[in-house]
């Protein structure tokens, strides 16, 4: 039977800033983490990306920010179309164009809004249409970040305990509008080593060998819940406590771990302890950091003291660019055209 022509679908997806970090999973397959973790969707950065199966190709194309993708990156997304051409009954292969609107080589975190982009656009390219819950759990299988980049404000994933991974989704638990005013001051620090895309190698890493990892998983269901009630109850400095916390918890880990993971540079030391110092001067908590597996940091506070904490900041020698975000909606649907994407 031909197939039919296909259009060609976009979709955007936002990358997400985890307060609560997943590190470590227990289904290496299935992306199922150990524990569950929560995030703030970041409004104004986004992937775009366009999918377009066509019976006519011998190959799936994949091009990343204007280039054609080849290893690891590309492999990530053939195997993720694999699994739409499974749920599609297809074995047509895709045409796929994405790109940021922030420098990927920033280490942003481009494999959760990428993969949250690229379930977006193409599950509908193929004729499917899943829920937001099932895109989640889908996308969750290319990055297990990217589950929360599908929802907007502020996000949950819970690791869920079943082995088929079906409880394993996130969802929104505040919208974007419930706290407009908590900023994030994202610090780009210049010489930050690219991060590989996917995070897999180095938290499986942690999970074998360091001694710290099972006080972490431990401790970490009463933080996600504390921090899930500050922000519930707005209290930023509470908040911004409990966010520096688990960084330190995290980042302990990373350091543990054999050989030992060290992301961050001078500078991004640095900056954690400006803030430090910046809460201690001010006798109160009134902003907090936190970083990814990279040497960017991303830092907290609210409207009102966002100049004084800037100031204080992108002074630090060795701050490339700083940019502010502020809690943002989840992927979207852009448009369905025929033909090839432009
Ligand atoms: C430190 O989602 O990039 O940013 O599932 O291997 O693609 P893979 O990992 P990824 O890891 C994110 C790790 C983190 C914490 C977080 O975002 O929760």
Not at 53 to 82: H, Y
Not at 173 to 181: F, G, I, L, Q
Not at 271 to 293: F, M, S, W
Not at 327 to 335: C, E, L, S
Request: a positive charge.
């Amino acid at each position: 039977m031909a197939s039919r022509p296909r259009p060609t679908v976009t979709y955007d997806a936002p990358p997400n800033i985890a307060l609560v970090k997943y590190w470590g999973v227990r289904d290496e397959e299935l992306r199922l983490p150990y524990n569950s973790s929560f995030s703030v969707t970041l409004d104004r950065l986004r992937s775009r990306t366009a999918v377009r199966f066509d019976p006519e190709l011998r190959e799936d194309e994949v091009e990343l920010n204007g280039t054609a993708a080849v290893g690891g990156p590309r492999d990530g997304v053939v195997r993720f179309l694999d699994r739409v051409r499974e749920l599609a009954g297809t074995s047509d292969h895709a045409s796929v164009r994405s790109e940021n609107n922030f420098p990927t080589a920033s280490g942003l975190a481009s494999s959760a809004s990428g993969f949250a982009a690229l379930a977006g656009a193409a599950t509908r390219a193929a004729g499917l249409a899943l829920s937001d819950r099932d895109l989640s759990r889908l996308a969750r299988r290319g990055s297990g970040s990217a589950s929360r980049s599908v929802f907007g404000g502020f996000v949950e994933w819970r690791a869920g305990v079943r082995p088929d991974g079906f409880d394993s989704y996130a969802r929104s638990v505040y919208p974007a509008r419930h706290w407009p005013s908590l900023v994030d001051l994202v610090l780009l620090v210049r010489g930050a080593p690219v991060k590989e895309v996917r995070s897999n190698d180095a938290m499986q890493a942690t999970v074998r060998t360091s001694p710290d990892y099972r006080a972490r998983l431990a401790e970490v269901p009463r933080r996600l819940r504390a921090i899930r009630a500050a922000v519930g109850a707005r209290r930023a400095d509470r908040l911004f406590s409990l966010v520096m916390e688990e960084c330190d918890s995290f980042r302990l880990v990373c350091e543990t771990t054999v050989p030992s993971l060290d992301y961050l540079t001078a500078t991004s030391r640095a900056i954690l302890a400006e803030v430090r110092e910046l809460n201690r001067a001010a006798g109160r908590t009134l902003a907090g950091y936190t970083h990814d597996a990279g040497a960017h940091v991303h830092v907290f506070t609210l409207a009102r003291d966002l100049a004084a904490v800037r100031r204080r900041l992108a002074g630090i020698e060795g701050v490339e660019r700083t940019l502010v975000v502020r809690p943002g909606p989840g992927g979207r649907f852009v448009r369905a055209t025929s033909g090839r994407a432009s």
